[in-house]
């Protein structure tokens, strides 16, 4: 009996500990960019919530260009309120049209080329956001957007400075702007676009401040990343493409290749992190006519692609769906890098003839 006070204090202080530790795990969410692609992510997180319950109730989201969108959407919605988030952002992408995002210039294609920063106006795009995103976020968010100027990767966040709704929508103004798709936006007097110029997964921001919320221990961090890109570098005949199919498809190459040297910088800069399931195409993801199309049909595909990716990963268990991708990345970068030089030759080739032909149908009229 003597023993006995001695066995309840080990006791609770075992349990005390057990809760502390739960109370210090933290859930973080990366999302990558990839144009028109983000429905596949709101599948795949479809997926996520229904099959982890709480285990995906996620504390920090990095997102980047489409990834951003996602990110401030998810944010607009507390912690454990996640099956009604994940349902409104199912319904988000089905009734999500082009005409929200962008429009023509006045003078089409021709002015958007030679007098503006893109070849389409995003006006609608600010009106739209500020209808979807009208409060400050309620999780921890990071969006990523690149400096214009001197290329340089920004990340705005709401734990590091104020980001209400209106910082919200211009944050992610500027992380979707698609370089020469869409204009650059200017914050601070300092304009931005894509951050996927320079970082298309931003697993860095949602580790650093895991790492506030754990007191530094990463044993307690567990990170998802869902990708837009597929597992494999599927190789296309781009030799009717226009010019800007010719831009889109370097772009999405470089995509391809940072995510893959992110994917095995993370595993090398975070060892003790626990990287719990990546979610990636095991499809290839349909592609518009248009740059950022919308297409509702291929909306629908894009989620139900998404859902099912998110099940295989979560039925494979923890960390394995992550190790198979990193040991493909590694394989992949060992063979030598994607080279975009002959794409990039032809888009300029392409730009020079519609801006030519351009030049002579406005005469013409």
């Known amino acids: 009996m003597r023993y006995l006070p001695s066995a309840i204090f080990i006791i609770l202080a075992a349990l005390a500990l057990s809760s502390d530790a739960q109370a210090d795990k933290c859930l973080g969410l990366v999302l990558q960019g990839g144009g028109d692609k983000g429905a596949y992510q709101a599948g795949a997180l479809l997926g996520l919530v229904n099959g982890l319950g709480s285990e995906a109730q996620y504390d920090v ?38 005409s929200d995002i962008y429009e023509p210039w006045f003078g089409g294609i021709v002015q958007g080329l030679l007098l503006e920063p893109s070849i389409y106006n995003t006006a609608p795009s600010k009106k739209f956001f500020e209808s979807i995103f009208t409060q400050s976020p309620k999780r921890f968010i990071s969006v990523g957007a690149t400096n214009v100027n001197n290329a340089q990767y920004r990340t705005f966040k709401n734990f590091e400075a104020n980001l209400g709704p209106k910082e919200l929508v211009q944050a992610v103004m500027a992380s979707f702007a698609s370089p020469g798709i869409f204009p650059y936006v200017t914050i601070d007097g300092i304009p931005y676009f894509d951050g996927g110029a320079v970082l298309n ?10 790492r506030e919320i754990t007191g530094g221990v990463d044993e307690n961090i567990h990170i998802d990343i869902i990708f837009l890109n597929g597992k494999t570098y599927k ?10 199919k010719m831009l889109m498809r370097a772009i999405e190459l470089m995509s391809y290749q940072s995510s ?19 979610i ?49 990345a590694k394989q992949l970068l060992s063979k030598g890098r994607i080279n975009n030089d002959e794409l990039m030759a032809q888009y300029m080739s392409e730009l020079e003839k519609v801006i030519r032909e351009g030049w002579i149908d406005q005469a013409s009229k």
């Not at 893959?260 to 992190?273: D, E, I």
Request: charge should be neutral; aromatic fraction near 8%; charged fraction near 20%.
């Open 201 to 210: 997964m931003d697993v860095g921001s949602a580790v650093s401040k895991c």
């Open 280 to 328: 990636q195409p095991s499809k290839t993801l349909p592609d518009s006519i248009l740059p950022m199309g919308f297409n509702s049909e291929h909306i629908k595909k894009m989620i139900e692609y998404g859902t099912d990716d998110a099940k295989d990963a979560i039925k494979k268990g923890p960390k394995t769906s992550f190790q198979e991708a990193a040991d493909e």
């Open 235 to 244: 190789p296309q005949n781009a030799s009717n493409y226009n010019a800007i």
């Open 61 to 98: 989201i990095s997102g980047v260009s489409i990834g951003a969108v996602n990110a401030a959407f998810i944010s607009q919605f507390a912690k454990g309120d996640d099956k009604e988030m994940v349902t409104k952002l199912v319904d988000f992408w089905l009734n999500l049209q082009s």
């Open 260 to 278: 893959l040297s992110g994917l095995v910088q993370a595993q090398n800069s975070y060892p003790k992190v626990h990287f719990r399931y990546v």
